[in-house]
Each structure stands twice: as C-alpha cells, then as structure tokens.
C-alpha cells in the first residue's frame, strides 16, 4: 500500500522558521533584552492555547518592574495583563485567573503568572494569556513556565556573579589605589603614582589630576609625565575641564551619553582642541566639596559608560581625602589658617552647616551680652586674720621647762600661767647671795666695832653687789612662770611635748592675741594692687566659716611686696566691720575688695590680655 506524505501548511513553516530564529537569538543573544525576548518566544511556542505573554523585569533590586518581554507582538497592548503580574510578585507564588472573553458568552480566557526569583530576591514575573483550557491543560502550562524559568533563573544568577565580580575587581582596584597613594608622604609623588595606575587599569591614554585655588582648577601631575610647563595650552585646556567640573560638582562625560542633559560645552572644546575621542571627569571630594579633578582621556575610544563613571567617581570620593590631607600637611601656617577661615566662612553663608551657623550666632549673641554687662568687679586675694595686736611670751632666762598650762588654740585671762620653767638652780644661787650678804653683813658690824672705816667702805660696797645680785635672782624667779598678759587667745606655742627640754634666753615660747580686734591681712597680686584705694569695702569668707561673708575695709596698704610662688604680693590691712564671735587668729580665707564697675568680657580676660600686652612690649625691638 502506497503511503501518503504529511501535508506542511504556509503557518507551520512560518512558526518553524520563527522558533528557528528564536533559538538562535537564545543561544547567542546580543544583550539582556534579546534574550528575554527569544525566551519568552520559545516559552509560549511550547504552552498549548497561549495567546500572548508578558515577562515583567526589574534592573535594581528594589526598582520599578518594567515590561521586558511581549509575546507574539510587542506592539500588542496587554495591560490586562498586569494584575495578574502584580498578585504573582505579591504572593510569590503562581496564580491562574480565568476571565470571560468577550460580552456575547465567547471563548473564557485564562491567565497564568508565575514569579521569578533568584536566592530570595525577585527579578520580575512571567504572565501568559491561555485560550479556554481545562484544569489540567493549566496544571501542565504552570508546570512549562516552571520549567522553563530555569533559564531565566540562570540567566539572573549570571548577572548577580557578574555584578558581584565587578563589584570585587572595582573594591580591589580602590584599595590598589589607596595602597599607592599612602606609599608617598609627598602630594605630587603620591598623584602622580596614582594616575599612571589609573591609566594602566582604566585602558586611558592620559589621566591628569589637579586642585583647586582661588577658584580655579590647576593641573598639577599628567600621568607618565614627571615634569611640564604650567604655561602649555594642554595644561590650560585641561584646567578648563577641570573647572567646568568644578562649576557642575558631578562627573562629566564626552560624548556625553543620552540621559546627560548637562551640555559638557567645555569638555567639547576640549576634546576637539586635543583631538581625542572620550573625555570622563570626575571631581575629588573631601565632606561634599569639591577641592580637585581627575580628567581621564582616550585618544581613539571607545567611549567612557556607565561603569567606567561609576569606577572613577569612587576613586575622585576615596582619594580626595588622602589629598587633601597631603596638601594641608605641606601648606604654611599661614596658608592653613587662611584656609580654615575660608571654610569657616563658606559654612556661616553657605545652604549647609545649620549647626555652625547656629553656634556663631550663639557665640556672637554670648559676647554682645558680655561687652554690654557691667557687673561690679572685685579683686580677689589670699587672706589670713590677725590680731590688732600680739604678744609674744619669750624665755626669761636659759632653762629648763618645767610645766605647760595652755598651747596653741586655747583661750587664756590676764594673769593665767602659761608655762613654767625649771627654777631649782635659781633658788640655789638666791640662797648663796643670801648666805654672802650675811657673812658681809657680820663682818660690817665687827669693822664697825673696831672703826675700821676703810674696811668698813670696803665691806658696805661688797654688801650692795650681793644685795643687787640677790635681786636679780629674786626677779628671774618671779618670771621663771611666763603669765598672760590679757584676756586672749594663745597664737602659737605648745610646749606640752618639750617638757625638761632646754631653751634659751630670748627664745619665742608662746604668742598671744586678744579676743577682740583682728585686722585681716590680704596678699594682693601686683598686677591688681594699682586698683585697690583706702577705704574700698569688700567681703572675706574663711575657710572655716564658709557659709558667712564678714565684711571688710581697706585700711593700709603696705608699699613693700614679698615673692611667692614665683610671684609678687603685696601685704594690705583691711579692718572688718562688725563683730565676729567664732573668728579666731589664724584662720585663712579668700577677700574680695570691690573696685569699681567693669565690662563682664574685661573681668575675665583682663589677665590675659595683660600678660599680652607685656609680653609684646618685651618681644618689640
């Protein structure tokens, strides 16, 4: 029996050539969309009943998902489409929507989505348009999608590696390039190591850097160039690049690419004047200002993309602090205080720095209140109280102590024993002259008897020497107990632990002041002294009364100064008004004696600036 050939019809050629083409388009797609577009095509050539489909893509992880992807007909509108798209990223999961054809009962449609998603991060969605199906005709067509998503899936995990090598070699060209630049401790060594790297990894035939001063850009190294004249019109060209980076604080490319909207008028003249076919500026920033330009330039292409931008801003945002802080480092004083000020000034005007700009004010407000406010001014001095007069309780003779009744600190009344010397030797010699005076006396009387009257002479003469010594042992014994010569206080002198110790005529044993009448004794600084006037009133508060201000009057000053600490005092009395029942001698403090009404901003730096004023007067000629 003779067979029968199958019978190919005019559609099955054309979708056999159209799968064909498709295939080829897969396997070797020229970029992204290409193949998305071959790959939705081969998708619904295997779904039974699809009508039309929409692959739905994002570009970011976090973008907006646009259409990828229209099957059969890109000019086809399939925005009914959509929700089901939306339900199928919203749930992660695949969906199948049955909707009615058309309004006269025709053909149900159905629509089945599913999501695309690569280590938890969704990339976009597959939506396809079924004719009427039964269950398992959509079972079977959820299934193709996800099988065929694989590809897709593979696909975007290729991406991901490729941006995440990209990302590795870019991170580890950055650390190359700080690596270089901290190598050098010198401006000019380190840029210029920088930008021959660049122009090596970077495929440039020129890589110059330059910073800005006064306002303008200059070019300070070329790549593989160790010296040129500043005055070449290379150099001004490439300034003028680098100041309209300057002006525009954002990269600049020519040809520009078809988002760029900013002109690149200068980089144009540039480009054609050194005749070279790609141009990429990128600024060198330090806390969002400009301070510099890196301009990189390939004399016959290809253009500067995305990537290469995105490679060089990042170098122009890592190196320009390191430069900034390698030409501070080689400023002059002078230079970095100019430079401080400016900065300080463009953030007082500038649209940034709320928070100087609000301390300025603050601080100019401050010193306004400070200039204007008088507060009554007071010179402060170290203070130690007195008594309006001391006496001192000194040895009688050379001795011994005996006995001690009172020390330092203790309050004594007229007459009150003080202490006691040894008096045991002195009641023997006034025995002696006692015993002498008799023998003389006797001998006097026998003279007498037998009017001798040169013996007589001799005798009365021998008898006054040892009545006069006799006194005066009489006198030492009535001082050998020291008494108090008033109603007081015992200033000093503790002789409590010094008993049987010897001392010596003269010697100072105790001091005593009296209860009432003090004088306060203030050390006032000679810079301060010119101020102080008899009669200025003030306040003293004691260190063991701190919590009561006693007040005081200037009495005496004292035209005489001692050193102390390295510094000159002078000694001025001051009397205090009132009285004061716990004050006792001795006790130290802090005085204030008002002068007069002075500036708040003059009371507390009128030390300083009159170290200064003394301290230019010695250093000028």
Not at 577 to 599: D, F, H, Q
Request: aromatic share 6%; with cysteine; net charge negative.
């Amino acid at each position: 029996m003779q067979g029968t050939a199958p019978v190919y019809s005019i559609a099955d050629e054309a979708h056999a050539r159209a799968e064909a083409a498709a295939w080829s388009r897969f396997t070797a797609p020229a970029d992204a969309d290409e193949f998305c577009t071959s790959w939705l095509a081969l998708l619904c050539t295997r779904i039974e009943r699809c009508r039309a489909a929409l692959l739905l893509g994002a570009d970011e992880e976090h973008g907006p998902y646009r259409v990828s992807a229209v099957w059969p007909d890109r000019r086809k509108d399939l925005q009914h489409l959509g929700p089901a798209g939306q339900r199928a990223l919203t749930e992660r999961a695949g969906v199948v929507i049955a909707a009615p054809g058309g309004a006269g009962g025709g053909e149900v449609l159905s629509q089945a989505a599913y999501p695309v998603e690569v280590a938890g991060r969704l990339w976009g969605a597959v939506v396809l348009e079924l004719g009427q199906s039964s269950e398992a005709d959509l079972q079977r067509a959820l299934r193709g999608i996800h099988w065929g998503i694989a590809w897709l899936v593979d696909h975007f995990r290729q991406r991901v590696l490729a941006e995440r090598e990209a990302t590795l070699e870019r991170v580890d060209l950055l650390n190359n390039l700080m690596a270089t630049a901290l190598q050098h401790t010198r401006l000019e060594p380190s840029a210029l190591a920088v930008v021959n790297q660049l122009a090596q990894r970077l495929q440039c035939d020129r890589v110059s850097m330059g910073l800005e001063r006064n306002g303008r850009v200059t070019p300070l190294v070329l790549s593989h160039t160790a010296t040129f004249d500043a005055r070449a019109d290379l150099v001004r060209w490439l300034g003028d690049a680098m100041d309209e980076v300057l002006d525009l604080g954002v990269p600049v490319r020519y040809p520009p690419s078809e988002s760029d909207d900013l002109g690149a008028i200068a980089h144009a003249e540039v480009a054609r004047e050194l005749r070279v076919e790609a141009i990429c500026s990128v600024p060198l920033l330090l806390e969002g200002q400009t301070l510099g330009a890196l301009v990189f330039e390939r004399n016959a292409g290809p253009a500067f993309d995305d990537r290469a931008e995105m490679l060089a801003r990042a170098a122009g945002e890592l190196l320009g602090p390191v430069w900034a802080l390698l030409r501070e480092r080689e400023m002059p004083w002078w230079q970095r205080l100019r430079q401080s000020m400016r900065s300080f000034a463009q953030a007082l005007v500038g649209p940034q720095h709320p928070g100087a700009k609000l301390l300025t004010v603050t601080a100019a407000l401050v010193l306004a209140v400070l200039s204007v406010w008088h507060i009554d001014y007071r010179v402060s001095a170290r203070t130690v109280v007195e008594g309006s007069q001391q006496i001192a309780a000194v040895a009688p003779f050379d001795g011994f102590v005996a006995q001690a009744f009172a020390r330092a600190g203790d309050g004594v009344r007229l007459g009150q024993p003080l202490a006691r010397l040894d008096d045991r030797d002195l009641k023997l010699e006034s025995a002696r002259w006692s015993a002498e005076r008799e023998q003389l006396l006797r001998r006097f009387q026998v003279a007498q008897a037998v009017q001798d009257r040169g013996a007589m002479g001799v005798i009365t003469a021998q008898v006054g020497q040892s009545e006069a010594q006799l006194a005066l042992v009489q006198e030492r014994l009535t001082r050998a107990t020291l008494i108090a010569p008033y109603d007081g206080i015992v200033v000093s002198g503790d002789l409590s632990q010094q008993i049987g110790s010897p001392v010596e005529q003269g010697k100072v044993l105790f001091e005593v002041a009296p209860v009432a009448g003090y004088r306060v004794i203030l050390q006032v600084d000679e810079r301060d002294i010119s101020r102080l006037a008899l009669g200025q009133r003030g306040e003293l508060v004691l260190s063991g009364l701190p919590g009561q201000a006693l007040p005081i009057v200037v009495h005496q000053i004292t035209p005489v100064s001692t050193a102390q600490d390295g510094r000159n005092f002078f000694r001025v009395e001051a009397q205090l008004e009132g009285a004061a029942p716990r004050l006792r001698p001795g006790m130290e403090g802090v005085g204030k004696v008002s002068v007069g009404e002075e500036r708040l901003i003059w009371v507390w730096t009128h030390g300083f600036t009159d170290w200064l004023r003394l301290a230019l007067w010695d250093w000028m000629p």
